[in-house]
């Protein structure tokens, strides 16, 4: 039985002894402390007090053991299953709740990328993000399938390359940091050699908005989201035009 058949029909858990849900956690809890370079088998194995080899019986490689990992942190929440709501606010919560399983498992923006979605709880995410697109009234787009599927594509890479950005600048996105460059630009950007950039400084551009409080300060998604979401619009617009 392959890994998918293991998590859509899974066994129930034993009272002791290694099982696939245990070994996840104990795999998530590693890459949650010390990132992707924390998780192995030995460790993982270690974690949970048996041999390495052990753990092969259930897992038969690291790769397997990545994809139960992302699948294991990657339920969908009960919040996206809520009727009534139009298709950009559909996308919006669907991406803000990626937002925040991103945020809590910085780990999964660096997994390698091998294909497309493959696990139980990576196709309910697509799916949910499709079923939001779909319908003709009111509140749906009216798109085909194929639009569809290129609008959820270009939604969620958008969201794994900011989330990754986030993860990778890690502190130096901090609103210390980001005032520090600030003043940094201020004081070496020529307004004669640079006018447009030197505008864009004086005019805050690169500073946080006024308001925004401190634990808030950080790198986010919602300018650029709402950016795809126009030109999303745009094709639907299009499409009913034809």
Known sequence: MDLWERLERPEPEPKTGLSLPRIARAAVELA??????????????ARLGFTTMSLYRHVKNKDELLLLMLDSVAG???????????WRDGLRRWCRAQWEMLRTHAWIVHLPI???PATPNQLAWTDRALAV?????????????RDKAGVVLLVATYMHATARLGADLGSAASSAS??????????????????????????G???YPAGVPEDERRLGYEFGLERILDGVEALINARRAI
Do not use: C, N, W, Y
């Open 178 to 203: 980001i005032a520090a460059h600030s003043a940094l630009l201020g004081s070496r950007v020529d307004a004669r050699k640079l006018p447009a950039l030197r505008a864009a400084v004086d005019a």
């Open 205 to 207: 551009a690169f500073d």
């Open 32 to 45: 949650d402390e010390g990132g992707l370079e924390a998780v192995s088998m030995a460790r993982v194995a």
């Open 76 to 86: 969908v929440p009960a919040s996206l299953d809520e009727p009534g709501h139009d």
């Open 133 to 145: 697109l779909g319908g003709t009234g009111p509140g749906g787009t009216g798109l085909d399938e």
């Open 114 to 116: 091998t294909g497309p």
